[in-house]
Protein backbone atom coordinates (compact mmCIF):
# COMPACT_ATOMS: atom_id res chain seq x y z
CA UNK A 1 0.00 0.00 0.00
CA UNK A 2 1.10 3.60 -0.64
CA UNK A 3 2.36 5.46 2.40
CA UNK A 4 4.51 8.79 3.40
CA UNK A 5 7.01 8.63 6.25
CA UNK A 6 8.02 12.34 7.80
CA UNK A 7 10.07 10.63 10.49
CA UNK A 8 10.47 14.03 11.86
CA UNK A 9 7.79 15.29 14.02
CA UNK A 10 9.13 18.80 15.51
CA UNK A 11 11.99 20.95 14.06
CA UNK A 12 13.69 22.90 15.31
CA UNK A 13 16.05 26.01 13.59
CA UNK A 14 17.67 29.44 14.12
CA UNK A 15 16.64 32.06 11.43
CA UNK A 16 19.04 32.21 8.89
CA UNK A 17 20.51 28.53 8.93
CA UNK A 18 19.94 25.92 6.46
CA UNK A 19 16.89 23.61 6.81
CA UNK A 20 16.40 20.04 5.45
CA UNK A 21 12.78 18.03 6.27
CA UNK A 22 12.57 14.61 5.37
CA UNK A 23 10.00 12.47 3.49
CA UNK A 24 10.26 8.67 2.64
CA UNK A 25 7.37 7.35 0.26
CA UNK A 26 6.45 3.83 -0.52
CA UNK A 27 4.82 3.55 -4.04
CA UNK A 28 4.40 0.47 -6.29
CA UNK A 29 4.98 2.94 -9.64
CA UNK A 30 7.13 6.54 -10.58
CA UNK A 31 5.39 8.55 -8.02
CA UNK A 32 4.04 12.04 -8.70
CA UNK A 33 5.52 13.72 -5.01
CA UNK A 34 3.75 17.33 -3.59
CA UNK A 35 5.67 19.25 -0.29
CA UNK A 36 2.52 21.16 1.22
CA UNK A 37 2.78 23.89 3.81
CA UNK A 38 0.41 24.88 5.97
CA UNK A 39 1.03 28.47 8.16
CA UNK A 40 -1.09 29.26 10.99
CA UNK A 41 -5.07 30.06 10.15
CA UNK A 42 -4.29 29.25 6.54
CA UNK A 43 -5.24 26.37 4.29
CA UNK A 44 -2.74 24.34 2.86
CA UNK A 45 -0.77 25.49 0.01
CA UNK A 46 1.18 23.63 -2.13
CA UNK A 47 5.18 24.45 -2.03
CA UNK A 48 6.44 22.52 -4.99
CA UNK A 49 5.64 19.26 -6.92
CA UNK A 50 7.34 16.54 -9.03
CA UNK A 51 6.18 14.51 -11.98
CA UNK A 52 9.10 13.56 -13.96
CA UNK A 53 12.33 15.21 -15.90
CA UNK A 54 14.73 17.14 -13.65
CA UNK A 55 14.82 15.38 -10.29
CA UNK A 56 15.80 18.74 -8.14
CA UNK A 57 12.21 20.74 -8.17
CA UNK A 58 12.07 24.59 -7.46
CA UNK A 59 9.35 25.93 -5.67
CA UNK A 60 8.16 28.71 -4.37
CA UNK A 61 9.20 30.91 -1.19
CA UNK A 62 12.60 29.49 -1.90
CA UNK A 63 12.57 26.12 -1.11
CA UNK A 64 13.70 23.25 -3.37
CA UNK A 65 13.06 19.32 -3.04
CA UNK A 66 15.34 16.53 -4.50
CA UNK A 67 13.40 13.25 -5.90
CA UNK A 68 16.09 10.18 -5.07
CA UNK A 69 14.47 7.09 -6.50
CA UNK A 70 17.02 4.78 -4.91
CA UNK A 71 16.37 6.09 -1.14
CA UNK A 72 13.03 6.33 -1.96
CA UNK A 73 12.81 10.46 -0.61
CA UNK A 74 11.86 13.49 -1.31
CA UNK A 75 13.71 15.80 0.95
CA UNK A 76 12.96 19.22 0.94
CA UNK A 77 15.29 21.91 1.47
CA UNK A 78 16.04 25.89 1.78
CA UNK A 79 19.04 27.44 2.21
CA UNK A 80 18.41 29.63 4.81
CA UNK A 81 15.12 30.12 6.49
CA UNK A 82 12.94 33.17 7.69
CA UNK A 83 10.89 33.50 10.64
CA UNK A 84 7.58 33.54 8.31
CA UNK A 85 8.39 30.06 7.46
CA UNK A 86 7.84 28.71 10.66
CA UNK A 87 4.32 26.20 9.82
CA UNK A 88 3.90 22.76 9.21
CA UNK A 89 4.87 20.97 6.25
CA UNK A 90 3.66 18.04 4.84
CA UNK A 91 4.56 15.69 1.75
CA UNK A 92 2.29 13.76 0.04
CA UNK A 93 2.29 10.92 -3.07
CA UNK A 94 0.09 10.84 -5.86
CA UNK A 95 -2.11 7.88 -6.28
CA UNK A 96 -2.99 8.57 -9.89
CA UNK A 97 -5.24 5.37 -10.76
CA UNK A 98 -6.70 6.25 -7.57
CA UNK A 99 -6.75 9.83 -8.69
CA UNK A 100 -6.05 11.31 -4.92
CA UNK A 101 -2.84 12.43 -2.55
CA UNK A 102 -1.50 10.27 0.36
CA UNK A 103 -0.29 12.61 3.16
CA UNK A 104 2.22 11.85 5.37
CA UNK A 105 1.90 13.10 9.14
CA UNK A 106 3.59 16.45 9.06
CA UNK A 107 6.80 18.15 10.31
CA UNK A 108 6.54 21.26 12.46
CA UNK A 109 9.23 23.61 11.80
CA UNK A 110 9.82 26.65 15.06
CA UNK A 111 12.24 29.20 14.29
CA UNK A 112 14.60 30.17 16.74
CA UNK A 113 15.37 34.32 16.52
CA UNK B 1 -10.23 34.83 -8.00
CA UNK B 2 -11.55 33.19 -4.80
CA UNK B 3 -9.99 30.00 -3.56
CA UNK B 4 -11.67 27.22 -2.30
CA UNK B 5 -13.95 28.04 1.30
CA UNK B 6 -14.94 26.08 3.87
CA UNK B 7 -17.91 26.97 6.75
CA UNK B 8 -17.77 27.36 9.74
CA UNK B 9 -14.09 27.77 10.75
CA UNK B 10 -14.92 26.34 13.71
CA UNK B 11 -17.55 24.30 15.36
CA UNK B 12 -18.28 22.75 19.11
CA UNK B 13 -20.81 20.86 19.63
CA UNK B 14 -21.91 17.60 21.74
CA UNK B 15 -21.73 14.11 21.30
CA UNK B 16 -24.90 12.42 19.71
CA UNK B 17 -25.68 15.85 18.07
CA UNK B 18 -25.72 17.12 14.26
CA UNK B 19 -22.85 18.94 12.19
CA UNK B 20 -22.95 19.76 8.59
CA UNK B 21 -19.61 21.21 6.76
CA UNK B 22 -19.72 23.30 3.58
CA UNK B 23 -17.08 23.65 0.84
CA UNK B 24 -17.64 26.02 -1.85
CA UNK B 25 -14.65 24.99 -4.40
CA UNK B 26 -12.75 27.28 -6.96
CA UNK B 27 -15.25 27.75 -9.74
CA UNK B 28 -14.95 25.38 -12.71
CA UNK B 29 -13.08 23.35 -10.77
CA UNK B 30 -14.78 19.15 -11.11
CA UNK B 31 -12.78 17.46 -8.69
CA UNK B 32 -13.93 18.25 -4.74
CA UNK B 33 -12.18 16.13 -2.16
CA UNK B 34 -12.76 15.97 1.51
CA UNK B 35 -10.06 15.21 3.92
CA UNK B 36 -9.51 14.87 7.70
CA UNK B 37 -6.91 15.81 10.09
CA UNK B 38 -7.43 14.17 13.37
CA UNK B 39 -4.81 15.62 16.03
CA UNK B 40 -1.28 13.88 15.59
CA UNK B 41 -2.13 12.44 12.62
CA UNK B 42 -1.86 12.69 8.83
CA UNK B 43 -4.17 13.79 6.68
CA UNK B 44 -6.72 11.21 5.71
CA UNK B 45 -8.64 10.74 2.39
CA UNK B 46 -12.26 10.63 3.17
CA UNK B 47 -13.97 10.77 -0.49
CA UNK B 48 -13.59 12.85 -4.42
CA UNK B 49 -16.47 13.96 -5.92
CA UNK B 50 -15.93 14.28 -9.62
CA UNK B 51 -18.74 16.80 -10.34
CA UNK B 52 -21.87 15.44 -8.76
CA UNK B 53 -20.93 12.19 -8.74
CA UNK B 54 -18.98 10.21 -6.16
CA UNK B 55 -15.67 8.68 -7.24
CA UNK B 56 -14.11 7.29 -4.54
CA UNK B 57 -15.57 7.02 -1.10
CA UNK B 58 -13.41 4.89 0.05
CA UNK B 59 -11.85 6.73 2.88
CA UNK B 60 -15.13 7.46 4.65
CA UNK B 61 -15.20 6.44 8.57
CA UNK B 62 -18.55 4.84 8.74
CA UNK B 63 -22.01 5.39 8.13
CA UNK B 64 -22.59 8.22 10.55
CA UNK B 65 -20.96 10.79 7.23
CA UNK B 66 -22.95 11.93 4.16
CA UNK B 67 -21.21 13.84 1.93
CA UNK B 68 -23.18 15.40 -0.81
CA UNK B 69 -22.56 17.92 -3.75
CA UNK B 70 -25.84 18.35 -5.66
CA UNK B 71 -25.29 20.51 -9.23
CA UNK B 72 -21.61 19.62 -8.99
CA UNK B 73 -20.65 22.76 -7.38
CA UNK B 74 -20.64 23.24 -3.27
CA UNK B 75 -20.68 20.34 -0.89
CA UNK B 76 -21.33 19.34 2.42
CA UNK B 77 -20.27 16.94 4.94
CA UNK B 78 -22.99 15.91 7.37
CA UNK B 79 -22.08 13.94 10.73
CA UNK B 80 -24.95 12.78 12.22
CA UNK B 81 -24.63 11.42 15.15
CA UNK B 82 -21.21 13.09 16.12
CA UNK B 83 -19.01 11.47 18.25
CA UNK B 84 -15.72 12.12 20.10
CA UNK B 85 -13.57 10.49 17.94
CA UNK B 86 -14.70 12.64 15.13
CA UNK B 87 -13.01 15.60 16.74
CA UNK B 88 -10.42 17.49 14.08
CA UNK B 89 -9.95 19.30 11.27
CA UNK B 90 -12.17 18.95 8.00
CA UNK B 91 -9.93 19.74 4.82
CA UNK B 92 -11.87 20.53 1.55
CA UNK B 93 -9.84 20.79 -2.08
CA UNK B 94 -10.21 21.12 -5.58
CA UNK B 95 -8.88 20.99 -8.64
CA UNK B 96 -9.39 21.26 -12.30
CA UNK B 97 -10.55 18.70 -14.59
CA UNK B 98 -8.28 17.02 -17.16
CA UNK B 99 -8.69 15.37 -19.91
CA UNK B 100 -6.70 11.69 -18.12
CA UNK B 101 -5.49 11.79 -14.49
CA UNK B 102 -5.75 14.72 -12.03
CA UNK B 103 -2.63 16.36 -12.22
CA UNK B 104 -2.66 16.56 -8.76
CA UNK B 105 -2.14 19.83 -8.12
CA UNK B 106 -4.99 20.93 -5.46
CA UNK B 107 -6.20 23.69 -4.06
CA UNK B 108 -7.21 23.66 0.15
CA UNK B 109 -9.49 25.65 2.14
CA UNK B 110 -8.48 26.98 5.53
CA UNK B 111 -10.23 23.73 7.19
CA UNK B 112 -13.58 23.39 9.60
CA UNK B 113 -12.08 22.71 12.75
CA UNK B 114 -14.58 20.03 14.51
CA UNK B 115 -14.91 19.79 18.41
CA UNK B 116 -17.06 17.36 19.73
CA UNK B 117 -17.82 17.30 23.48
Known amino acids: AQSVTQPDIHITVSEGASLELRCNYS??????LFWYVQSPGQGLQLLLK??????LVQGIKGFEAEFKRSQSSFNLRKPSVHWSDAAEYFC???????????FGKGTRLHILP | EAGVTQFPSHSVIEKGQTVTLRCDPI?????LYWYRRVMGKEIKFLLH????????ESGMPNNRFLAERTGGTYSTLKVQPAELEDSGVYFC???????????????FGEGSRLTVL
Open chain 2, 49 to 56: FVKESKQD
Open chain 2, 27 to 31: SGHDN
Open chain 1, 50 to 55: YFSGDT
Open chain 1, 92 to 102: AVGVWRDDKII
Open chain 2, 93 to 107: ASSEATSGRNTGELF
Open chain 1, 27 to 32: YGATPY
